[in-house]
């Protein structure tokens, strides 16, 4: 493989959570008073972290979000999970070549690390991953689409940024894999391919990504 470490997005790249927790923030912002479609949030808010909405929020009306706010989005969001969440059709055969190959691969996500470990666990993606191969945005002073998480991901995991490929489904990911020096893989099952420019290469079918990275 032509790669030394494959560096997976989380939501929408490993576990399909992006319908279920674009759905639940659209609906709890506008629920509070700031309305919020489905498509907005996918445009929005997809791959980013939680400051982002508190940001965007803040910046278009003048009003901060409630203080428990992530609080209540994350229990609505995890108890979605445990009824609704899958991983991505394809996910688990490419992680199964990758430790077939001897591939080192981790997950860089804007997501926390309880957000992360919920969506594993649920659906079995957990036995895959060992706890030092695990990041989050909390990891990091600045989340996607700066370069920090994937840098981080990087020196921790022991290779250079040029070495690396992220596996990313959203303008905010491949901004910050394109900052972060390395080539990045768009999966375009959620985002069109338009808006996932400065890819090294795009693919709609996870189950094709293994042949890709030879």
């Known amino acids: 493989m032509r790669y030394d470490l494959v560096i997976f997005d989380n939501d929408g790249v490993l576990v399909d959570s992006e ?9 709890y912002l506008t629920e509070l008073g700031h309305p919020t ?3 907005e949030s996918l445009r929005d808010y997809m791959g980013a972290a939680m400051h982002r909405v508190h940001d965007l929020v803040e910046e278009r009306t003048g009003e901060r979000l409630p203080d428990d706010f992530d609080d209540v989005f ?13 991983p991505v059709a394809g996910a688990v055969e490419v992680l199964e070549r990758l430790v077939a190959d001897g ?16 969506g594993h666990r649920t659906t079995g993606l957990d036995e895959w991953f060992e706890d030092e191969w695990v990041f989050s ?23 250079a940024p040029e070495r690396c490929v992220v596996v990313e489904d959203s303008p ?22 338009d ?13 094709q990504l293994a042949d890709l990275l030879e």
């Open 37 to 39: 479609s489905y498509e």
């Open 195 to 207: 808006r996932l420019s400065g890819v090294t290469q795009l693919f709609g079918d996870m189950g």
């Open 103 to 118: 591939v080192p691969y981790c997950v860089a996500s804007s997501g926390s690390h309880e957000r992360i470990r919920v």
């Open 74 to 86: 994350h229990a609505r969001v995890f108890a979605a999970f445990e009824r609704e969440l899958k």
């Open 137 to 159: 945005s909390e990891d990091v002073g600045r989340g996607k689409p700066a370069p920090d998480l994937f840098l981080y991901a990087a020196e921790r995991m022991g290779v």
């Open 19 to 27: 319908p279920i927790s674009n759905r639940l923030l659209a609906g």
């Open 172 to 193: 905010l990911g491949v901004r910050a894999a394109v900052a972060a020096g390395m080539d990045v893989y768009g999966f375009t099952a959620m985002t069109p391919a």
